[in-house]
């Protein structure tokens, strides 16, 4: 039997990182992470995916739609995000790359960013990636490989590198 808190250890740091993804703001995050934990647990017994971090994700993607068109804020995603590299020239390299991805990423539509974020960061099945943005499996695999061939032609580097 699932305990709330053997949920809330294993998949907080999922959920939180996909909030942050999708708010780039922290207190924004903490709030829909919370909130998101709070619904699952009192619909526990009627899970509608496969899988409980799927249902999580697209619990937090509901509520962050919900607040979204709550407050009207459409702004663009964030760039101001910490980077914890040790080495100084690492840091700065990875910066610049963090930052040109960022601002592919802004550049693109929701629900193409959240298919990609679902798919690279969090590893969801095309099915589950479907059923969070409840579209068919087929729209999923077209959206996520689209997605990364716009944001591929966006990030070539000038030296003919990609991402």
């Known amino acids: 039997m699932l305990t709330f808190d053997h949920v809330y250890r294993t ?24 909130e998101t934990f709070v619904r699952a647990w009192g619909r526990r017994d009627r899970l509608r995916t496969e899988t409980l971090k799927a249902y999580l994700l697209a619990i937090a993607r509901n509520l962050f739609l919900h607040q979204r ?10 760039l101001d995000l910490p980077d914890v590299a040790p ?42 990636i479907a059923r969070v943005l409840e579209i068919s499996e087929g729209a999923a695999r077209v959206r996520v490989h689209r997605t990364r061939r716009r944001l591929l032609a966006d990030t070539i580097t000038p030296t003919g590198g990609n991402l």
Do not use: C, K, M
């Not at 068109?69 to 964030?78: A, I």
């Open 11 to 34: 998949y907080f740091q999922d959920v939180y990182r996909f909030t942050l993804w999708l708010s780039r703001d922290p207190s924004l995050a903490d709030d829909l992470t919370s």
């Open 69 to 78: 068109q709550r407050s009207g804020n459409h702004d663009e995603l964030s």
């Open 87 to 128: 080495d100084p020239l690492q840091r700065t390299s990875s910066r610049l790359e963090f930052d040109r991805v960022a601002r592919a990423l802004a550049t693109l539509a929701e629900p193409d960013r959240t298919a990609l974020i679902l798919r690279s960061e969090h590893q969801l099945s095309y099915a589950e």
